[in-house]
């Protein structure tokens, strides 16, 4: 967002696009190939494509768009870079769901385990790692899904990790649900002794997650401290502190275990570079090596070879990056790759079958960029694909165990700071997109689908066992949640 001149609280809006969260059997298997010395592409997504249960998920962890109160955004109303203006005309009002999925709660924060469901697709893809992605015959690309009502969360989830039950842990960094796609139900929410909004949400091998720094919503510092949250007893446990404060962090789970944690803002509006890596065996933070350019709302996406890839974000908050550089655990250190096309911050990244990554919208001076390219490890380098049908940025995209990227939510553009009131509504309904697209990494196309039940910014988006996709939460509607049924 180059020579940008509006009050800080404008960041607020844009906290934060979404920082997939690798699966556990993703982790696992890219940490099986590297210990065998597989090294390439192929082995990983032969391995992990060939289990429907752990599928080749990176579980879509979507920040939170936290709105400062008395903030008035004045949407203009155009659909970006790369694709046609459309507006958004879905209303934010929830179709009606049969009774397995009608919105009540259960009695405490833990839920009987997820059983496998019958709804997911019957059939995964065999995947080979090739410069075009190689499409097995026998699975077939269907029509699109569709999306149904399942029960209300009573927070709005900014963060969300698939535990090794299958069930869904939420949090917005103060209260907590857990999500069962048994029942398609939320759990009766709790609430965090110490609080850490804005922080980091990383799932860890147990099954326990991890929840590090955050901002004081006093003082507006970044915090250092972080905690140990067990689903099955609800139970938080302080755990080594982050040598550096800070919050809007990216945290990337690696294939060995270990949390990156990188970049941030300690509070005073400046990008960090730094990074440090969390050790669940001493439950202790060390410092790992320094980013190349200091970036906030990056897109990371941890690739099938171990390595995490980080691309664009804002830095100083002055302009959108376009260059992008990749983490090796093995070495500790950042390495510069090829550049992007197009400036982009809080855009969406996945992982494709073949090992390649899609990272597709994105923000560049206050209009969301409809374009999307796709990122070549083997070359580190970028390619143009297809346009998507609307510009959009701080949404979701999400990995179908099919190969197909669901892309769902984010926002058009958030409008120019107009005056601080807080009797205004901060944001227009037209700001908010319910819209949603399927991105065919055999095609390189993206095909515009029927809108989601609500308008969601900043809601969650996870990959469930049984093929289906849980979006929940968003700053128009915060208390719905819905399921992509494949």
Same mark, same amino acid.
């Given at each position: 967002?180059?020579?940008?001149?509006?009050?800080?609280?404008?960041?607020?809006?844009?906290?934060?696009?979404?920082?997939?969260?690798?699966?556990?059997?993703?982790?696992?298997?890219?940490?099986?190939?590297?210990?065998?010395?597989?090294?390439?592409?192929?082995?990983?997504?032969?391995?992990?494509?060939?289990?429907?249960?752990?599928?080749?998920?990176?579980?879509?962890?979507?920040?939170?768009?936290?709105?400062?109160?008395?903030?008035?955004?004045?949407?203009?109303?155009?659909?970006?870079?790369?694709?046609?203006?459309?507006?958004?005309?879905?209303?934010?009002?929830?179709?009606?769901?049969?009774?397995?999925?009608?919105?009540?709660?259960?009695?405490?924060?833990?839920?009987?385990?997820?059983?496998?469901?019958?709804?997911?697709?019957?059939?995964?893809?065999?995947?080979?790692?090739?410069?075009?992605?190689?499409?097995?015959?026998?699975?077939?690309?269907?029509?699109?899904?569709?999306?149904?009502?399942?029960?209300?969360?009573?927070?709005?989830?900014?963060?969300?990790?698939?535990?090794?039950?299958?069930?869904?842990?939420? #949090?917005?960094?103060?209260?907590?649900? &857990?999500? =069962? *796609? $048994?029942?398609?139900? %939320?759990?009766? @929410? /709790?609430?965090? !002794? +110490?609080?850490?909004?804005?922080?980091?949400?990383?799932?860890?091998?147990?099954?326990?997650?991890?929840?590090?720094?955050?901002?004081?919503?006093?003082?507006?510092?970044?915090?250092?401290?972080?905690?140990?949250?067990?689903?099955?007893?609800?139970?938080?446990?302080?755990?080594?502190?982050?040598?550096?404060?800070?919050?809007?962090?990216?945290?990337?789970?690696?294939?060995?275990?270990?949390?990156?944690?990188?970049?941030?803002?300690?509070?005073?509006? #400046?990008?960090?570079?730094?990074?440090? &890596?969390? =050790? *669940? $065996?001493?439950?202790? %933070?060390?410092? @790992? /090596?320094?980013? !190349? +350019?200091?970036?906030?709302?990056?897109?990371?996406?941890?690739?099938?070879?171990?390595?995490?890839?980080?691309?664009?974000?804002?830095?100083?908050?002055?302009?959108?990056?376009?260059?992008?550089?990749?983490?090796?655990?093995?070495?500790?250190?950042?390495?510069?790759?090829?550049?992007?096309?197009?400036?982009?911050?809080?855009?969406?990244?996945?992982?494709?079958?073949?090992?390649?990554?899609?990272?597709?919208?994105?923000?560049?001076?206050?209009?969301?960029?409809?374009?999307?390219?796709?990122?070549?490890?083997?070359?580190?380098?970028?390619?143009?694909?297809?346009?998507?049908?609307?510009?959009?940025?701080?949404?979701?995209?999400?990995?179908?165990?099919?190969?197909?990227?669901?892309?769902?939510?984010?926002?058009?553009?958030?409008?120019?700071?107009?005056?601080?009131?807080?009797?205004?509504?901060?944001?227009?309904?037209?700001?908010?997109?319910?819209?949603?697209?399927?991105?065919?990494?055999?095609?390189?196309?993206?095909?515009?689908?029927?809108?989601?039940?609500?308008?969601?910014?900043?809601?969650?988006?996870?990959?469930?066992?049984?093929?289906?996709?849980?979006?929940?939460?968003?700053?128009?509607?915060?208390?719905?949640?819905?399921?992509?049924?494949?």
């Amino acid at each position: 967002m180059s020579q940008r001149n509006i009050e800080p609280e404008l960041r607020d809006f844009f906290n934060r696009a979404a920082t997939p969260e690798p699966s556990a059997g993703l982790r696992k298997n890219v940490a099986d190939a590297r210990t065998a010395d597989h090294g390439r592409r192929s082995a990983i997504g032969g391995r992990f494509a060939a289990d429907s249960r752990l599928g080749l998920s990176l579980v879509a962890l979507a920040a939170s768009v936290v709105l400062s109160a008395g903030l008035l955004f004045v949407a203009y109303g155009r659909g970006g870079f790369g694709g046609p203006g459309l507006a958004d005309g879905a209303t934010a009002t929830a179709a009606t769901s049969d009774a397995s999925a009608s919105p009540s709660q259960t009695d405490g924060p833990e839920v009987s385990a997820s059983a496998q469901s019958s709804a997911g697709p019957s059939s995964v893809a065999s995947y080979v790692a090739s410069a075009s992605p190689t499409h097995d015959s026998s699975a077939t690309l269907g029509p699109a899904g569709k999306f149904v009502a399942v029960g209300a969360t009573s927070i709005g989830p900014s963060y969300s990790v698939l535990l090794p039950d299958g069930r869904v842990f939420v #949090t917005d960094g103060i209260a907590v649900q &857990i999500f =069962d *796609p $048994a029942t398609n139900k %939320f759990g009766k @929410a /709790g609430k965090l !002794v +110490v609080p850490h909004v804005r922080g980091s949400v990383t799932g860890l091998p147990d099954g326990t997650v991890l929840i590090a720094g955050g901002m004081d919503t006093v003082t507006g510092a970044g915090l250092a401290t972080a905690l140990v949250y067990d689903p099955k007893t609800g139970r938080e446990t302080p755990t080594g502190s982050l040598a550096q404060a800070r919050f809007d962090q990216r945290a990337v789970a690696l294939a060995d275990g270990r949390v990156l944690v990188m970049g941030g803002d300690p509070g005073n509006q #400046t990008a960090l570079r730094t990074a440090e &890596i969390y =050790d *669940p $065996a001493s439950g202790e %933070f060390s410092q @790992a /090596g320094t980013m !190349v +350019v200091g970036r906030a709302c990056a897109t990371t996406v941890l690739m099938s070879d171990g390595k995490v890839l980080i691309a664009g974000g804002d830095y100083p908050y002055l302009s959108s990056e376009t260059t992008a550089e990749v983490f090796d655990p093995a070495t500790g250190k950042f390495t510069a790759t090829g550049s992007m096309s197009f400036g982009r911050e809080c855009a969406a990244g996945a992982l494709l079958p073949d090992g390649r990554i899609l990272v597709a919208g994105g923000d560049s001076q206050f209009v969301g960029v409809g374009t999307a390219e796709v990122y070549d490890p083997a070359g580190g380098k970028f390619t143009r694909t297809g346009n998507m049908a609307i510009g959009r940025f701080s949404h979701n995209a999400t990995t179908l165990v099919d190969g197909r990227v669901l892309l769902t939510g984010g926002l058009i553009e958030p409008g120019l700071v107009a005056s601080i009131d807080p009797s205004i509504l901060a944001v227009t309904d037209n700001s908010y997109l319910a819209s949603a697209e399927l991105y065919d990494p055999y095609s390189g196309k993206f095909t515009k689908i029927k809108p989601m039940l609500s308008r969601r910014v900043g809601q969650t988006a996870t990959l469930l066992r049984d093929g289906r996709v849980l979006l929940a939460g968003g700053n128009l509607d915060k208390t719905t949640a819905e399921v992509y049924v494949p």
